[in-house]
């Protein structure tokens, strides 16, 4: 299942966004809030927003603000469940 087209509104998002100046907490590249920003499906496919746990719900992590961070979604799959 695919992204909404659309630009995230809620606050959390919002919050994230502006703290990290829309760039990945992983790798610190650029990332896309939404697909009309992207020169190609497949490079939104891979540099879109995501949120991701800091540390993993596999783990015990939480899905508080505080357990979450903005990253590519590339950077969130190659990630894993690591911490």
Known sequence: MSQAFQVRADAVF???WQAQSG?????G???FRNRFEAPH???WAKQRA???HIIPRSKGGSDQPENLQLTHAR???IKGDQI
């Open 75 to 77: 950077c969130n799959k």
């Open 29 to 31: 590249g650029r990332m």
């Open 41 to 43: 499906a497949r490079i």
């Open 50 to 52: 995501t949120l991701d």
């Open 23 to 27: 760039r990945c907490a992983l790798c």
């Open 14 to 16: 919002e919050a994230m």
